[in-house]
């Protein structure tokens, strides 16, 4: 039995993780046929896109390898102790 997992290959030349370790990929259909897209889409398409914190989970155990997983903003917000207090006197 093979004690060390391979490293998927095709993935890992189609990513790249960031020094503070995010998962960055090229957006899909941003080869040709692009005239007909707006100004705005066809620069978002050319910006790099950066994976979900559930997608990074499916990428760590296909690349054999911890990454960053950041919460989302809006779980954040939700969960901060400051607002709490600002809730309750805003409702007195």
Partial sequence: MPKH???????????????????????????????????QARMGLRRKGVSKAGDVRRLEKILNRHLLRKPDAAVVETTSVAATPVETVAAK
């Avoid at 993935?11 to 046929?33: D, E, M, N, P, Y």
Wanted: glycine share 14%; aromatic share 2%.
């Fill in 5 to 39: 997992k391979k490293t998927h290959k095709g993935l890992q030349k189609r990513i790249k993780i960031s020094a503070g370790g995010k998962v960055l990929f090229k957006h899909a259909r941003s080869g040709h046929l692009k005239s007909k897209r707006s100004g």
